[in-house]
């Protein structure tokens, strides 16, 4: 993996010596499943065939030394003490992990790691999952701990929550975790039960394009949204949206101020959607998968109100050419990337077009992916 060999290459330039351990993550698209990880509810993502990798050795020492290869930047930290640093918010992400296996009774050194990656970062495909993915399999093997996948998932969501201070739920983590080669997954976010949903047909690609708009979950309209989801649940005397029933909801949905009432027709109308496009997948039918696209979107842009100009575009725009058999947004919102399920053989030309309108309406230059459904995070060799 080229991701693989520059990484361990900038850490020999880095430190003068090569690697004793590597990992990688994937970053993951959200299908269909918007905003209802943390409610409860349920999500149909698919990693990515890009990633994060995070190289290093122990030092035996006390001294975490990390550096982004992307950023070039160094930042050091005391094992022993692990906190925040406002100047490398990049390294938040690492730290995280480390303090939260701490706490967990694992016992952390001191090492040094080069992260490189291939993320879009503010993009809505989690590029922050990815790092904390990756960087929790690659502390597996210089400080050996015994914790299985969902365990792992958890632990670095609990990390972006409590540490980095990002509410987030689990779709991210999950995703960069349990990721599976040309499928999709299935997640059920009140139970973890999860699955793969593999594509009913192979001429299908998943394209994203990067609005190049950036958006950042530490934010304040991610932490409202999520207190709006939560106020919502707690009218009808429960703890998470996915407790309220759609008959609840429908007979006492005028009680609710317009922005609760809003935000839980979308998460209660988007569980249905994610439902409703795991059979679609399942079945290859195109046409359907279309039309929940387009409904998934609808309801992100009026319900939840987190897409935005440029993105409500690239959604119109994709959706009248040749070969796009739907489009939407996809992640936290507020800029990042469309989500686009096109015939393998107009990508191309659909790649070409939609990028030249979009230049050509906002004079921004948008970036767009031809992707595949890829594996899960994993330890490499070095």
């Not at 994709?318 to 058999?325: D, S």
């Not at 191309?348 to 939609?354: A, D, G, H, S």
Request: charged share 20%; glycine share 10%; aromatic share 8%.
């Amino acid at each position: 993996m080229l991701l693989v060999q520059n990484t361990v290459e900038a850490y020999t330039r880095r430190f003068g010596t090569g690697p004793s351990a590597a990992a990688f993550a994937p970053g993951r698209v959200e299908i269909m499943g918007n905003h209802t990880d943390y409610n409860g509810g349920f999500v149909l993502p698919a990693a990515l065939d890009k990633g994060t990798v995070v190289a290093g050795e122990a030092t035996g020492d006390d001294t975490i030394t990390l550096h982004a290869a992307d950023f070039r930047r160094d930042a050091a930290f005391s094992a022993s003490n692990i906190e925040r640093d406002p100047q490398n918010s990049w390294a938040n992400y690492m730290l995280g992990v480390v303090k939260q296996l701490q706490q967990e009774g694992v016992t952390i050194r001191g090492f040094k790691a080069v992260v490189h990656s291939d993320v879009p970062g503010g993009a809505g495909l989690s590029s922050s999952a990815a790092l904390e993915v990756a960087t929790a399999f690659f502390l597996q093997q210089l400080f050996p701990f015994d914790r299985d996948p969902m365990q792992i998932a958890r632990l670095c969501q609990e990390a972006e929550n409590v540490f980095v201070g990002v509410p987030c739920g689990i779709l991210d983590q999950f995703s960069s975790v349990f990721g599976v080669q040309d499928g999709l997954l299935f997640l059920d976010c009140l139970t973890l039960e999860h699955s793969t949903v593999k594509m009913g047909r192979d001429d299908i690609a998943i394209v994203i394009c990067d609005s190049g708009v950036k958006h950042a979950h530490a934010g304040g309209d991610y932490t409202t949204r999520r207190a709006e989801c939560m106020a919502a649940a707690a009218h009808f005397g429960k703890p998470l949206l996915r407790d309220v029933s759609w008959e609840e909801f429908i007979a006492r949905e005028g009680e609710l101020p317009e922005n609760q009432r809003k935000r839980a027709r979308h998460v209660l109308t988007e569980d249905k959607r994610v439902l409703a496009m795991r059979e679609a997948v399942g079945k290859g039918d195109t046409a359907r998968m279309g039309q929940l696209l387009a409904e998934g979107h609808a309801s992100c842009r009026d319900l939840f109100e987190n897409s935005a100009p440029e993105i409500d575009f690239l959604v119109e725009a994709a959706t009248v050419l040749p070969g796009c058999t739907g489009s939407k947004m996809t992640g936290g919102g507020w800029g990042g990337c469309t989500v686009n399920l096109v015939y393998a053989d107009a990508v191309p030309e659909f790649q070409k077009e939609l990028a030249m309108r979009y230049q050509v309406k906002t004079g921004r230059e948008a970036n767009i992916y031809a992707c595949r459904a890829a594996a899960g995070a994993r330890a490499v060799k070095v």
